[in-house]
């Protein structure tokens, strides 16, 4: 029980992290360069991260400890991405 009890803090922490770049993404103004189909997919990626957010909550909400671990996965390889892409 209380690996359950660490592995959900751990996630909600980071979670917590990657909402706080969703809700940045989310207040940015679509950049004026883009062409016609690039302003629709900043659209499409800002729907998506949403998406996942959601996604990461409900699977850190369900009490298996299989789901917090596959939540912790992917809420770790998104962070990663993120600064991969923020530094390149």
């Known amino acids: 029980m209380n690996t359950i009890k660490i592995l959900s803090g751990i996630n909600w922490l980071l979670i917590g ?3 706080a770049c969703v809700i ?8 004026p ?5 690039g302003g629709e997919q900043e659209a499409a990626l800002k729907g998506i991260g949403v998406f ?7 699977l850190n909400w369900l009490p298996h400890l299989w ?3 596959v939540a912790l996965l ?3 390889s ?5 600064r991969y892409i923020s530094t390149n």
């Open 17 to 19: 992290v990657y909402g």
């Open 24 to 31: 940045w993404a989310l207040l940015q103004k679509a950049n």
């Open 33 to 37: 360069a883009n062409d016609a189909g």
């Open 52 to 58: 996942l957010l959601l996604a990461l909550a409900g």
């Open 67 to 69: 789901t917090k671990i």
């Open 74 to 76: 992917v809420v770790a």
């Open 78 to 82: 998104l962070l990663l991405i993120i």
